[in-house]
C-alpha cells in the first residue's frame, strides 16, 4: 500500500507513519513546520516535505491519512479530495488496526501518555509483549511506535480530541481523568463526559475498565447501591451501560480497589506501597519521576495486573521505567541546578507539575517558563491559569502557540499575566528567555506548554549547563 499523511509530524501521525513503514508499506507526508520528529522520519527512509503543494504529491496513493489539525481549506487537502482519492482520519485507522487485537486502550484529559507508555514498558519484559502507538517519545523505546507482531495485545493512547476515541472496541480500557476540555470542539463538560461515558460502554465484556475513583462520569453511581454485601468501594464502581468488569483506582484514599501507601521521596525517586485486591506489595520504585506520576503508575499498574501481569514483572517494570520525553523529563539534574521540561498545558497538569516540584525540592527558588496553547483555551481558563503560575518565584510567559487556531481579540498572554498579582512576571520571546532566565539565578527551571515550546529547551539547556 502507497500511504500519505496529511500532519505527517504530529505524535500520533508519525506513529502511523511509522508503523506503515516498518510493515513495509510505502509511506511519505506533508507537514507545515519542519521539527526534530520530522527529520528523523526523513533519517528513516519517509519523504516529508513542507510546502502545501500539490505537485509535490507522490503518484499512486492509496489511503490519504489526515488529522483534524490541518485545516481542510489546504491545498493539498482539497486537491486530494476532488481526485477522489480515499481518505480517512487518524482515528479511524488506528480502529482499523487494532481489530482483531485485544486492544489495550487509555483515555483521559490527562495522564495518557505517561499511563499507556508505562503499560507497554511494562508488557514488554513479559511473555505476553505488546505493540503500541503512543502519544509521546517513550524514553524506552526511544519511539512512539512498538512493533510486536507476536503478541495479541496492542497498546494505545485514545485520544478524546474530535471524538477521536470512539472509533476504538477495546479490550481493556483506562479512565484517567475527564476535566473540562476541548471546549470548542464538545461545547460543554457534559458533552465530554458523555463521550467518556459511551467510550466506556465500548469496552469488551470479557476484559475490564479501569476507571479512576469518583469521576464525574460515574456519579449516578449510588444509585446503583448493591444488596449483595459486596464491599463498600464497589458501590462506587457502577457506570450505566458499561458490561466490562470495574476495577477503580485512586492516588488518595483508601476507597477503591488499587491505591498507594506511605508515598515517600528519596533523592528525586520516589517510592510506595501498591494496595491491590490481592494484598498489599512494598517498596516500588519510580526513578527520575513526578508526584503525579504515582497515580498514573497505579492506574497501569491496575490494568496489567488485571491481565495476569504478577509482582515482580510489575516491580521491574516500574523499576526500569525511564518516562516519556516532556513528561516531567529531566534535562538537568545536579545538586546546584535541576531543569525538567513537561508537557502540561492545562491549568490542572500545570498545578499537578508544580506540586511536584516542591514536593521533591522544598524550599527551592523555581521559574518557570511557560508558553499558552490554543486562543480557545487561554481564553476559557484564564482565571485558573494565572491562580496556577502565580505560585511560582518567577514566571517567563511566551507568547501563545495557536496552532489550528485564528487570533481572537483580547486574548493574549499579557492578558493572563495581567491577573497575576506579582511583580516576578515577565513576557519574552525565546530568544529573550535565553538572557533573561539564568540572571534570575534559579534552583528550579520548569519549562511547560504543548506548542513548540520544545524547541527553546535544548538552547536553554545549553546555556543554562554552559553557566552552571
Not at 4 to 32: C, E, H, N, P
Not at 70 to 82: I, R, S
Amino acid at each position: 500500500m502507497n500511504y500519505y499523511f496529511l500532519g505527517i509530524g504530529g505524535i500520533g501521525m508519525s506513529a502511523l507513519a511509522r508503523y506503515f513503514k516498518q510493515r513495509g508499506d510505502t509511506v511519505s507526508g506533508y507537514d507545515r513546520t519542519e521539527s526534530e520528529l520530522t527529520r528523523q522520519l526523513v533519517a528513516e527512509g519517509i519523504p516529508v516535505h513542507y510546502a502545501d503543494d500539490p505537485t509535490l504529491i507522490p503518484d499512486g496513493i492509496d489511503l490519504v491519512v489526515y488529522t483534524p489539525a490541518v485545516p481542510q481549506q489546504t491545498a493539498e487537502f482539497q486537491y486530494l479530495l476532488q481526485k477522489g482519492v480515499p481518505m480517512e482520519k487518524r482515528s479511524q485507522v488506528l480502529g482499523e488496526l487494532t481489530r482483531g487485537k485485544k486492544c489495550l486502550a487509555v483515555a483521559g484529559t490527562h495522564g495518557k501518555t505517561s499511563t499507556s507508555s508505562l503499560v507497554a514498558h511494562i508488557l514488554s519484559h513479559t511473555d505476553m509483549g505488546c505493540s503500541a502507538f503512543l502519544g509521546g517519545i517513550a524514553k524506552n523505546f526511544n519511539s512512539n511506535i512498538v512493533v510486536n507482531n507476536e503478541s495479541e495485545y496492542v497498546v494505545v493512547e485514545a485520544d478524546e480530541y474530535d471524538r477521536s476515541f470512539l472509533q476504538l472496541h477495546p479490550y481493556c480500557s483506562v479512565i484517567t481523568a475527564t476535566d473540562a476540555d476541548h471546549l470548542d470542539i464538545y461545547g460543554t463538560h457534559e458533552n465530554l463526559l458523555e463521550a467518556f461515558r459511551q467510550f466506556a460502554s465500548q469496552t469488551d465484556p470479557d476484559g475490564c475498565l479501569v476507571v479512576k475513583q469518583g469521576l464525574p462520569m460515574m456519579e449516578d453511581a449510588d444509585e446503583h447501591e448493591s444488596s449483595q454485601g459486596e464491599e463498600h468501594h464497589h458501590h462506587h464502581a457502577a457506570i450505566p451501560s458499561v458490561t466490562a468488569k470495574i476495577v477503580t483506582y485512586t492516588a488518595h484514599g483508601i476507597e477503591a480497589d488499587y491505591y498507594p501507601w506511605n508515598v515517600r521521596n528519596y533523592n528525586g525517586n520516589i517510592y510506595f506501597d501498591l494496595r491491590t485486591p490481592k494484598g498489599v506489595i512494598y517498596d516500588l520504585e519510580l526513578p527520575n519521576t513526578s508526584l503525579y506520576n504515582v497515580e498514573n503508575a497505579v492506574a497501569a499498574a491496575a490494568m496489567v495486573m488485571s491481565l495476569g501481569v504478577d509482582e515482580h514483572q510489575l516491580r521491574y517494570g516500574f523499576k526500569t521505567y525511564d518516562g516519556v520525553r516532556r513528561r516531567f523529563d529531566y534535562r538537568i539534574k545536579t545538586k546546584d541546578l535541576v531543569m525538567i521540561d513537561d508537557y502540561a498545558h492545562h491549568p490542572q497538569e500545570i498545578a499537578a507539575c508544580l506540586e511536584s516540584v516542591r514536593y521533591l525540592y522544598p524550599g527551592k527558588r523555581v521559574v518557570g517558563i511557560f508558553q499558552p496553547h490554543l486562543y480557545t483555551r487561554t481564553r476559557d481558563f484564564a482565571d485558573q491559569f494565572a491562580e496556577v503560575l502565580s505560585t511560582l518565584d518567577e514566571l517567563v510567559m511566551l507568547p501563545i502557540y495557536p496552532a489550528r487556531e485564528k487570533p481572537i481579540l483580547g486574548v493574549t498572554s499579557s492578558m493572563v499575566l495581567r491577573k497575576i498579582d506579582s511583580l516576578s512576571k515577565y513576557l519574552c520571546t525565546p530568544d529573550q528567555v535565553l538572557e533573561l532566565v539564568p540572571a534570575l539565578c534559579p534552583d528550579v527551571v520548569v519549562t511547560m506548554g504543548a506548542g513548540d515550546i520544545d524547541r527553546l529547551v535544548p538552547r536553554l539547556e545549553k546555556v543554562l549547563k554552559e553557566i552552571e
